[in-house]
């Protein structure tokens, strides 16, 4: 669990398609993952009259290397899911705040947002996407929401860093791996690491 940063330090990272936007995480329960939770912010809180699709994807690691020439990055492209709208939830976490929408590819803030929501994705059983104890994978997320010249998804920071950096990319298609990933900063001076929102639910197994 990473709690989304509902201060004025949080910041709400686009992560509309085509950008891709990726956090590391540690596996601590061997077992299929059975539910996945994102916090996110819609650009200046305008919400698009079609629900979004959503592509997850779980990745494996790749460490950043002991000179750090290379950042940390999601390595294979272990699970990957795609929701169309009515095929997951969404409710109000919390409103009345006050945070800032960051592109990371100009890079700079493009707005803010006052309302902060919980989107719930239950994966499937038949095929299930398994996790073990003590391993570093990657969480991907990418919405499309149809017209994104006016509707901007971002994805929470969370207050805390776990590890390395989360990263970004761009998909040659939805739900595509990037051709590259880009570690995520804080601007204006991209010294700080920046950490994504998420809960990742497992069901134990002995």
């Not at 949080?10 to 539910?35: E, N, S």
Request: net charge negative; hydrophobic share 40%.
């Amino acid at each position: 669990l990473q709690i989304p940063d509902t201060s004025m330090n949080g910041l709400d990272v686009k992560a509309t398609d085509p950008k891709i936007l990726a956090d590391d995480f540690l596996c601590t329960a061997t077992g299929p993952i059975t539910q996945i939770r994102i916090w996110t912010s819609w650009l200046f809180d305008l919400l698009p009259p079609q629900p979004p699709c959503f592509s997850l994807g779980i990745w494996s690691d790749i460490p950043a290397d002991t000179n750090l020439l290379f950042h940390s990055r999601p390595g294979a492209q272990l699970c990957t899911w795609q929701f169309l709208p009515g095929t997951y939830t969404s409710s109000l976490y919390t409103n009345n705040v006050f945070e800032q929408f960051f592109d990371p590819n100009i890079p700079a803030i493009i707005g803010s947002d006052t309302m902060i929501w919980e989107y719930v994705f239950d994966l499937p059983t038949n095929n299930p996407c398994w996790q073990t104890n003590g391993n570093i994978y990657w969480l991907s997320v990418q919405a499309d929401c149809f017209d994104t010249n006016q509707f901007l998804f971002g994805w929470k920071t969370c207050p805390t860093s776990w590890n390395d950096d989360a990263v970004f990319g761009d998909s040659p298609f939805f739900g595509a791996p990037p051709p590259f990933w880009m570690e995520l900063r804080r601007s204006p001076y991209f010294t700080n690491s920046l950490d994504l929102a998420f809960e990742i639910i497992t069901s134990q197994t002995n």
